[in-house]
C-alpha cells in the first residue's frame, strides 16, 4: 500500500467538533475511537503523520470573548481545550496499539513534551503518530494557522483539513441548495472570495511556501486514506 500513496508525511487538522459526534458538547467515544482506527490506517500504510488539534467541543477563545472577556486569556482556555482533546485521541490511539506522543506549545510537562522542532521531527522517523496541542502557544492565532506552521516546520507534504462537509462549496451548502463544490482552488481564489477554508494567515502561509491543502469530510468512514492516496476526495487548494 505504500507505494500508492501520493503523500509520504501529512499534516492533518482536525478541529475539535470532529470529536463530538452527533452530540452538542463533549467528547463522543464511538466518534474518537473510529477516528483512532482510521488514523492508524494512515500510518499503518507507512505515512508519517501529524496532527493539530482544536478546541471548539470545548472551549473557543472567540466564546470568550463575546461575553468580556480578555482575548488573550480566552485564547489560552482554548489552547488548554485542545490539550484534553489531545489526550483523549492518545488514549484512544494507544488503546488500539498505536504508538502515539502528544507535544504541546504551552509547557504542560506532567501530560505533554514540549515542542521541540528537531525531536518532533525524529519522532516521526520511528513511526510515532504526533498530535500537536496549544495551537502555536500564542493568543490571536487560531489552529488553522499552528496547523500550517507545524506542517512547514515538520516538512510535511500536505495539510489534510478534515471537516463535517466533503469539500469548500461557493456557499454554505446547508443553508444554500445551489452551492456546488470546487475540486481545485488556488489560494489566491480562496483567499479572495473569502471562502473559509482556513483563516488568512493561515492561507497566506501555506501559499507562500507551496502547501497544498486538501479539504475533505472526516466523518464519512475511509476519505481520510483516500486523500492520502491522492485520490479524488474533497477540494484540493494550491497554486496552479
Do not use: W
Not at 500513496?5 to 478541529?15: A, G, I, Q
Not at 515542542?115 to 503518530?129: D, M, T
Not at 481520510?224 to 474533497?234: D, H, T
Request: aromatic share 4%; proline share 3%.
Amino acid at each position: 500500500m505504500a507505494s500508492s500513496t501520493k503523500y509520504k508525511r501529512v499534516l492533518l487538522k482536525l478541529s475539535g467538533e470532529v470529536l463530538m459526534g452527533q452530540s452538542g458538547y463533549g467528547i463522543d467515544p464511538d466518534t474518537i475511537n473510529r477516528l483512532a482506527s482510521e488514523l492508524i490506517e494512515v500510518r499503518d500504510s507507512k505515512v508519517d503523520l501529524a496532527i493539530v488539534i482544536g478546541g471548539g467541543n470545548i472551549f473557543r477563545g472567540n466564546m470568550g470573548t463575546a461575553s468580556g472577556m480578555d482575548r488573550a486569556s480566552a485564547d489560552y482556555m482554548g489552547m488548554m481545550a485542545t490539550v484534553m482533546n489531545a489526550i483523549a485521541l492518545q488514549d484512544a490511539l494507544e488503546r488500539q496499539g498505536a504508538k502515539v506522543r502528544v507535544i504541546s506549545a504551552l509547557h504542560i510537562k506532567e501530560v505533554a513534551e514540549p515542542y521541540i522542532r528537531r525531536r518532533a521531527v525524529r519522532h516521526l522517523e520511528k513511526g510515532r503518530i504526533l498530535i500537536f496541542a496549544s495551537g502555536t502557544g500564542n493568543p490571536y492565532f487560531t489552529t488553522d494557522t499552528a496547523a500550517s506552521l507545524r506542517a512547514m516546520e515538520i516538512n510535511a507534504d500536505v495539510v489534510l483539513k478534515g471537516t463535517k462537509v466533503d469539500g469548500v462549496y461557493t456557499a454554505d451548502p446547508v443553508k444554500d441548495p445551489t452551492a456546488t463544490r470546487y475540486d481545485t482552488l488556488t489560494f489566491t481564489e480562496a483567499l479572495t472570495k473569502q471562502l473559509g477554508v482556513m483563516d488568512a494567515t493561515a492561507m497566506s502561509l501555506c501559499r507562500d511556501n507551496q502547501m497544498p491543502i486538501v479539504v475533505f469530510d472526516v466523518t464519512t468512514q475511509g476519505q481520510m486514506l483516500k486523500a492520502v492516496m491522492g485520490e479524488p476526495v474533497g477540494t484540493v487548494v494550491q497554486e496552479s
